[in-house]
């Protein structure tokens, strides 16, 4: 049976200090908070064999690696298991990721009854609080109104806060979810404890608000992490789920993807994408690899050539024997990176949860000692259970677990004025201390599409570009559209064949633009047109495609070139030099030639050695890696799928406006506006994040603290426990409002 989980679970195998380990990773259903995810975090690392153990709130999935000698993947499963959650091996993290909508939806039935239903109770509440005059039967008619109106609230509503204190007191890890239970179950049955003896003094508008506040909470930061974990399945969903396979006798069939094996042939058509890695063993063509690679030219493929999946054919068939299959891609590698982001947690969100535990355990003493102090100085039991419930409210760390939520909240709305998209509500405390700003090329700092530079004519007494705008009408390829886009469109009488990776033949059948009937038109690349290159079309200056005219009974001549190229956008050299007065180090990384990278370069001021060129996804990766090493904090801009593993390891991924899906996936903030010049404003405002986030901790931790001692000599009621409890809270949300200012 563990064979088979382990199977499942998609484990790889690693070498960790000199033994033998694996990694399994775990669905964990049932969550309802970052403190049940930190109870199951501790659990696995209690199991023997366990190495570590990381577990995220967000995907709702557990990593773990362990020895196999010492543990298995259904003994991992049971021991979660009993703590009431639901457990199963999943292969990947997409399986792993819940649905968020059917949470949400139920997290928002729960407010909304328990805002409904506590309005009212509260209601009654205020008009006991502020009548003097009411008569003992009216004060305790009222109290019943509110015990009424309370119920659904802290039983049906405060349920999910009962059964996550009681898994995560059973795993020896009390949070604020034990408080709660501890908190709304105090008050309730004290206030029900005074009804029972005609007492009108209750405490239901405590539990309703405590609820109430909780459960807002939760589903703001439902809400705030429901990009973050989406990322991965949106990802591994760009490559096409099924493929066509050659069978054994030669024919073609449309499969899963899923199900193809190492050593299989498959066929991608013209307009088609890779599904897998495979390499070319019939057929030639041109591939488009901008989301792969970043190369903003096509590619001509043949023979022995690799096509990664996320490739997109041109005008060829291609018949390629698979080399990585599903699960092996450079695609899944991405996939991995943005899973590893996801069980990592940023420091200040460790730091909070630490602080709330350790306040919780206080608390919970607290409230133990507390009536007993009072039973020994002389107090009554109900005044001892008085003390302990006002202990208990006034440690509650609910400002303390509002903090990260409320500041990260604000400052998203802040940043949407900018017309920043966050997509990973930890981007701010990430990006506070950012050194290093990494830049893709194309389509980052350059406008991303190829345009017409110039026309270098040999033949003065034809129209070359209205003949290449004719020859090119209907073809997907960069250069087209760049000729299309250069002015209108020349309809060529004849028949166009597309020579895949070469250029296109065009056979005139009538006159048109000064050629007869029958002249032969060759566009293409120099290579294919056995052109020598005219002295001003260098290949340092851009992309060349030449015309070449053979007329009916007469030889070929070299019409002439047009020149194409990738410019930097407008405000991108006034942007580098903003952010080199600032102090930041800005570097371009690029997937592009050197001799694009090094015209990119002059045109925006930056130094050569700022430039890499050639730079392959898991290049970019490297050099972010590098500089993280060696101490600093990296940025890094890009726009296209090949950006996806530099984005996903950056501290801070920033994908521009018209970034392909999976750079927009991989990233934390998406700028919603054409160009760069919000990012200065983003860096600033992350700066000043983290400072309100620092100060508002620290003003909820020093809240709880002191005021603890004077609920446990009794010098403040449950009442005014909850009141204070609620000023604190109030104060940590007016701090965050700091952040509107910008």
Same mark, same amino acid.
């Given at each position: 049976?563990?064979?088979?989980?382990?199977?499942? #679970?998609?484990?790889?195998?690693?070498?960790?200090?000199?033994?033998?380990?694996?990694?399994?990773?775990?669905?964990?259903?049932?969550?309802?908070?970052?403190? /049940?995810?930190?109870?199951?975090?501790?659990?696995?690392?209690?199991?023997?064999?366990?190495?570590?153990?990381?577990?995220?709130?967000?995907?709702?999935?557990?990593?773990?690696?362990?020895?196999?000698?010492?543990?298995?993947?259904?003994?991992? +499963?049971?021991?979660?298991?009993?703590?009431?959650?639901?457990?199963?091996?999943?292969?990947?993290?997409?399986?792993?990721?819940?649905?968020?909508?059917?949470?949400?939806?139920?997290?928002?039935?729960?407010?909304?009854?328990?805002? $409904?239903?506590?309005?009212?109770?509260?209601?009654?509440?205020?008009?006991?609080?502020?009548?003097?005059?009411?008569?003992?039967?009216?004060?305790?008619?009222?109290?019943?109104?509110?015990?009424?109106?309370?119920?659904?609230?802290?039983?049906?509503?405060?349920?999910?806060?009962?059964?996550?204190?009681? !898994?995560?007191?059973?795993?020896?890890?009390?949070?604020?979810?034990?408080?709660?239970?501890?908190?709304?179950?105090?008050?309730?049955?004290?206030?029900?404890?005074?009804?029972?003896?005609?007492?009108?003094?209750?405490?239901?508008?405590?539990?309703?608000?405590?609820?109430?506040?909780?459960?807002?909470?939760?589903?703001?930061?439902?809400?705030?992490?429901?990009?973050?974990?989406?990322?991965?399945?949106?990802?591994?969903?760009?490559?096409?789920?099924?493929?066509?396979?050659?069978?054994?006798?030669?024919?073609?069939?449309?499969?899963?993807?899923?199900?193809?094996? !190492?050593?299989? $042939?498959?066929?991608?058509?013209?307009?088609?994408?890779?599904?897998?890695?495979?390499?070319?063993?019939?057929?030639?063509?041109?591939?488009?690899?901008?989301? $792969?690679?970043?190369?903003?030219?096509?590619?001509?493929?043949?023979?022995?050539?690799?096509?990664?999946? &996320?490739?997109?054919?041109?005008? &060829?068939?291609?018949?390629?024997?698979?080399?990585?299959? $599903?699960?092996?891609?450079?695609?899944?590698?991405?996939?991995?990176?943005?899973?590893?982001?996801?069980?990592?947690?940023?420091?200040?969100?460790?730091?909070?949860?630490?602080?709330?535990?350790? +306040?919780?355990?206080?608390?919970?003493?607290?409230?133990?000692?507390?009536?007993?102090?009072?039973?020994?100085? &002389?107090?009554?039991?109900?005044?001892?259970?008085?003390?302990?419930?006002?202990?208990?409210?006034?440690? /509650?760390? /609910?400002?303390?677990?509002?903090?990260?939520?409320?500041?990260?909240?604000?400052?998203?709305?802040?940043?949407?004025?900018?017309?920043?998209?966050?997509?990973?509500?930890?981007?701010?405390?990430? #990006?506070?201390?950012?050194?290093?700003?990494?830049?893709?090329?194309? @389509?980052?700092?350059? /406008?991303?599409?190829?345009?017409?530079?110039?026309?270098?004519?040999?033949?003065?007494?034809?129209?070359?570009?209205?003949?290449?705008? @004719?020859?090119?009408?209907?073809?997907?390829?960069?250069?087209?559209?760049?000729?299309?886009?250069?002015?209108?469109?020349?309809?060529?009488?004849?028949?166009?064949?597309?020579?895949?990776?070469?250029?296109? *033949?065009?056979?005139?059948?009538?006159?048109?633009?000064?050629?007869?009937?029958?002249?032969?038109? !060759?566009?293409?690349?120099?290579?294919?047109?056995?052109?020598?290159?005219?002295?001003?079309?260098?290949?340092?200056?851009?992309?060349?495609?030449?015309?070449?005219?053979?007329?009916?009974?007469?030889?070929?001549?070299?019409?002439?070139?047009?020149?194409?190229?990738?410019?930097?956008?407008?405000?991108?050299?006034?942007?580098?030099?903003?952010?080199?007065?600032?102090?930041?180090?800005?570097?371009?990384?690029?997937?592009?030639?050197?001799?694009?990278?090094?015209?990119?370069?002059?045109?925006?001021?930056?130094?050569?050695?700022?430039?890499?060129?050639?730079?392959?996804?898991?290049?970019?990766?490297?050099? *972010?890696?590098?500089?993280?090493?060696?101490?600093?904090?990296?940025?890094?801009?890009?726009?296209?799928?090949?950006?996806?593993?530099? =984005?996903?390891?950056?501290?801070?991924?920033?994908?521009?406006?018209?970034?392909?899906?999976?750079?927009?996936?991989?990233?934390?903030?998406?700028?919603?506006?054409?160009?760069?010049?919000?990012?200065?404003?983003? =860096?600033?405002?992350?700066?000043?994040?983290?400072?309100?986030?620092?100060?508002?901790?620290?003003?909820?931790?020093?809240?709880?603290?002191?005021? +603890?001692?004077?609920?446990?000599?009794?010098? +403040?009621?449950?009442?005014?426990?909850?009141?204070?409890?609620?000023?604190?809270?109030?104060?940590?949300?007016?701090?965050?409002?700091?952040?509107?200012?910008?």
């Amino acid at each position: 049976m563990s064979a088979q989980i382990a199977a499942a #679970a998609g484990v790889a195998q690693t070498e960790l200090a000199h033994e033998s380990a694996v990694d399994a990773l775990l669905a964990v259903e049932g969550m309802f908070c970052p403190a /049940c995810a930190r109870a199951v975090e501790i659990t696995l690392k209690r199991q023997p064999g366990v190495a570590s153990a990381q577990v995220s709130f967000a995907a709702e999935a557990a990593r773990v690696r362990y020895d196999p000698a010492r543990a298995d993947p259904q003994q991992l +499963i049971d021991s979660v298991g009993r703590l009431g959650y639901a457990v199963r091996a999943v292969r990947g993290l997409d399986e792993a990721i819940p649905r968020h909508a059917p949470l949400e939806r139920a997290l928002a039935t729960r407010l909304a009854v328990a805002v $409904v239903f506590g309005m009212w109770s509260m209601g009654f509440a205020l008009a006991d609080y502020f009548s003097s005059d009411l008569d003992p039967a009216t004060r305790l008619g009222l109290s019943w109104a509110q015990a009424l109106f309370a119920l659904p609230v802290i039983s049906w509503c405060a349920w999910p806060f009962i059964i996550a204190g009681w !898994r995560t007191l059973r795993a020896r890890t009390p949070g604020l979810d034990t408080m709660i239970a501890v908190a709304v179950t105090s008050a309730s049955v004290l206030s029900l404890g005074n009804l029972a003896q005609d007492l009108a003094q209750v405490y239901f508008d405590t539990a309703v608000m405590l609820v109430i506040f909780q459960l807002a909470s939760r589903l703001g930061e439902r809400v705030l992490r429901r990009h973050a974990t989406d990322r991965v399945r949106e990802l591994l969903a760009l490559a096409p789920e099924q493929a066509q396979r050659r069978d054994e006798g030669g024919l073609f069939h449309l499969v899963p993807a899923a199900t193809l094996q !190492r050593g299989d $042939v498959i066929r991608v058509s013209s307009g088609g994408v890779a599904a897998v890695d495979a390499r070319i063993v019939r057929g030639h063509s041109t591939l488009d690899l901008a989301l $792969v690679s970043g190369e903003s030219q096509p590619v001509a493929v043949t023979v022995g050539d690799l096509v990664p999946a &996320g490739a997109i054919n041109g005008a &060829g068939v291609l018949e390629l024997e698979v080399v990585a299959a $599903v699960g092996e891609r450079r695609l899944d590698s991405w996939a991995r990176l943005i899973q590893q982001a996801l069980f990592a947690k940023p420091a200040l969100q460790r730091t909070s949860e630490r602080m709330a535990q350790a +306040i919780t355990i206080i608390a919970l003493v607290a409230g133990v000692i507390a009536p007993v102090l009072a039973l020994a100085t &002389g107090a009554s039991p109900a005044q001892a259970w008085e003390r302990a419930l006002a202990t208990i409210l006034i440690a /509650c760390p /609910c400002a303390l677990t509002l903090v990260i939520p409320l500041s990260i909240s604000t400052a998203i709305s802040a940043a949407s004025r900018h017309g920043l998209l966050i997509r990973d509500p930890s981007a701010f405390e990430r #990006a506070a201390r950012i050194d290093h700003l990494l830049f893709d090329k194309t @389509g980052t700092l350059s /406008c991303g599409r190829m345009q017409l530079r110039a026309v270098r004519s040999a033949m003065p007494d034809i129209d070359l570009l209205a003949i290449a705008r @004719g020859i090119d009408a209907g073809q997907s390829h960069p250069i087209a559209r760049a000729l299309a886009a250069s002015g209108p469109q020349v309809a060529l009488p004849g028949h166009a064949q597309a020579i895949p990776g070469a250029g296109i *033949v065009f056979e005139l059948t009538a006159p048109a633009c000064g050629l007869l009937a029958g002249t032969r038109l !060759r566009l293409g690349s120099a290579r294919w047109i056995n052109a020598n290159p005219l002295p001003e079309a260098s290949d340092d200056e851009g992309t060349s495609v030449w015309l070449a005219i053979t007329a009916p009974g007469a030889a070929e001549q070299i019409a002439g070139s047009l020149l194409f190229d990738d410019t930097p956008r407008a405000e991108s050299g006034a942007l580098l030099a903003q952010l080199q007065r600032s102090g930041w180090t800005p570097m371009v990384l690029s997937g592009d030639s050197a001799q694009a990278c090094r015209r990119m370069a002059l045109a925006l001021g930056l130094p050569p050695q700022r430039v890499q060129p050639e730079c392959s996804p898991e290049r970019k990766r490297e050099v *972010v890696d590098a500089l993280q090493a060696a101490g600093g904090r990296v940025a890094f801009i890009g726009d296209g799928i090949n950006d996806g593993m530099a =984005l996903a390891q950056a501290d801070l991924g920033i994908a521009t406006r018209d970034a392909t899906e999976s750079a927009k996936l991989a990233a934390a903030v998406v700028l919603m506006r054409d160009g760069l010049d919000a990012i200065p404003a983003l =860096l600033d405002l992350a700066r000043r994040t983290h400072r309100v986030l620092r100060q508002s901790l620290v003003w909820a931790v020093l809240w709880n603290l002191l005021l +603890i001692p004077v609920a446990m000599l009794g010098l +403040i009621s449950p009442a005014v426990a909850a009141a204070a409890m609620a000023a604190s809270t109030l104060t940590v949300g007016l701090s965050t409002q700091r952040l509107r200012i910008a």
